[in-house]
């Protein structure tokens, strides 16, 4: 790939320009092109969906027998390894992120592979128990084709865990990623073409959200749409996929609790606090956003965590050493100060950051420091509005039912942390913490094998797991006649 050249993008099997505007994705760190392309035109996206109609009819991919399909998977998962060193710098470049972070993300990407190959394999349909003469069974069907829409903070990632279940499943995948981060899916899909998936089962259509994600989740041969991104965004899909009744997942945004307890083991609830917060720079659904602390620790426990986050290492994405990166773009920066204006005026008192950083590579890029403010109360706006950033509001609480109230004060409802030495007592606040994800000493932990999504404005649905395979596929019931005898109702006069 070099800069001169303009990349060309997937539609149903096809590699071609783009027929939309020619931009670049840029590098945060520094604000250069990466890489350039042509967005898709909204016939690309008639003819991405429409040859993956016909890939999904004709190329024999639903049809083949699980273990097939998964061979295919495998390969996939293992041409991500073998070129996982060059998708890491590839992600670093294309979203700024940290290069340990792209790294990981990489190989989760295999791993979603890896799993979605097995649970292929190993899902069992279901004889069901009989209640008359007959045998009754609950199987499952692929969906045909299916969306996939994803934001910029962890392309390949997200992208694995839809288009990994979905061709599991036997469909066919059209990839919206998000405009400014198009480079990895593009990876993904010519990798998914390499390990042998018939041609036209995945499109990549990079651009505008609001012009092509709208006319794919708008379009009828779209049987499903799995969605990663913003509440807002979330719910104008969920409107058109009701006129539609169309199924969809959304995972959308957070303003997640983190709990510390006074019996917590202070090292450790330092160090999840500050990785909760800090790490992607804060650009993450589920970031530890609103930290609740006991009052008796409190003066003690900010003390460690002020003097925690300054020693976090910023700089280049591409040093192995660095913690902290820039964000994603100068607009999304932007966004990032008026929320810690927005504190200030509130009444919020810093501790930490809240200025741009200068000097050598933070001229240049959209760096923002750690930024940590207290003095707010928990129904203040910023304390309610995902930041998505790198900013952290502190709170201490007097009593156990209040923290819960706060805690649970809450338009979202993705994920909590909760630092105790008690587990019962862990246990009990974890259950009444309403969250799709609750970790106890613990944050940020994630296994392809366990459930993930939110309630109430954090989204609908789940990724994940063994069972995530059947959000793609349509449930059917068959009954077998095993009578001796013809059905008795229509009588005696219908055997004569
Ligand atoms: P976004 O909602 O602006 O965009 C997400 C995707 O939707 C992009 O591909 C975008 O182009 C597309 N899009 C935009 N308008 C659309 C429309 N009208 N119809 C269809 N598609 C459209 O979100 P973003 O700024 O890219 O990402 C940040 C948000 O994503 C944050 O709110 C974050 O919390 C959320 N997020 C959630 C999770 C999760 O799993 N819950 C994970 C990562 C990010």
């Not at 609830?269 to 804060?282: E, K, M, P, Q």
């Not at 200030?344 to 809240?354: D, I, T």
Request: hydrophobic share 40%; with cysteine.
């Amino acid at each position: 790939m070099t800069l001169e050249q303009t990349l060309p993008i997937c539609i149903a099997g096809t590699w071609r320009l783009g027929g939309g505007e020619r931009y670049a994705s840029h590098y945060p760190a520094t604000g250069e092109p990466v890489a350039w392309l042509n967005a898709a035109s909204l016939d690309d996206v008639e003819e991405a969906v429409q040859g993956a109609h016909q890939a999904f009819l004709h190329s024999g991919w639903a049809q083949r027998k699980p273990h097939e399909r998964a061979a295919v998977l495998y390969r996939i998962a293992e041409l991500i390894r073998e070129r996982g060193e060059e998708l890491a710098q590839l992600q670093r470049q294309d979203n700024g992120k940290p290069i340990s972070e792209t790294r990981a993300l990489v190989a989760s990407a295999a791993g979603t592979f890896q799993f979605f190959a097995s649970a292929c394999e190993t899902l069992e349909e279901t004889i069901t128990p009989s209640r008359g003469d007959f045998v009754s069974m609950s199987v499952h069907e692929p969906m045909g084709v299916v969306a996939a829409i994803t934001p910029w903070n962890s392309p390949i990632a997200s992208e694995a865990q839809k288009v990994a279940p979905a061709l599991a499943a036997g469909n066919a995948v059209v990839i919206k990623p998000a405009e400014i981060t198009p480079l990895l899916a593009l990876q993904l899909a010519q990798i998914c073409e390499a390990a042998g998936l018939p041609k036209g089962l995945i499109s990549v259509l990079p651009g505008k959200g609001s012009v092509l994600g709208d006319a794919l989740t708008q379009h009828p041969l779209i049987k499903r749409v799995s969605f990663t991104g913003g509440t807002r965004t979330g719910k104008h899909i969920a409107h058109i996929a009701a006129d539609k009744m169309m199924p969809v997942s959304l995972e959308l945004g957070g303003k997640s609790p983190t709990i510390v307890l006074e019996d917590a083991d202070l090292d450790h609830a330092v160090a999840g606090v500050l990785y909760g917060i800090f790490s992607s720079s804060g650009e993450a659904c589920i970031a530890g956003s609103r930290l609740f602390v006991a009052r008796p620790l409190y003066a003690e426990f900010m003390q460690r965590l002020v003097a925690g986050a300054a020693r976090l290492r910023r700089g280049a994405p591409a040093d192995e050493s660095t913690q902290m990166g820039p964000l994603i773009s100068a607009a999304h920066r932007a966004s990032v100060e008026r929320y810690v204006a927005l504190g200030l005026a509130e009444g919020g008192r810093l501790l930490l950051g809240g200025q741009r950083p200068a000097g050598g590579i933070f001229d240049q890029g959209y760096f923002y420091p750690p930024t940590i403010l207290e003095g707010l109360n928990n129904s203040q706006q910023t304390c309610q509005e995902e930041i998505f950033g790198p900013v952290l509001v502190a709170m201490p609480f007097d009593s156990e039912e209040q923290l819960i109230e706060q805690a649970n004060d809450s338009l979202y409802a993705l994920a909590a942390g909760i630092w105790s030495r008690d587990y019962k007592r862990a246990w009990a606040l974890g259950r009444k913490i309403q969250a799709g994800t609750v970790w106890i000493n613990t944050y940020k932990q994630f296994s392809i094998s366990t459930p993930f999504g939110g309630w109430r404005d954090s989204g609908l649905g789940r990724e994940k797991g063994r069972l995530g395979i059947l959000q793609y596929m349509e449930q059917k019931s068959l009954y077998w006649g095993m009578n001796e005898q013809p059905l008795a109702w229509a009588g005696v006069e219908a055997r004569a």
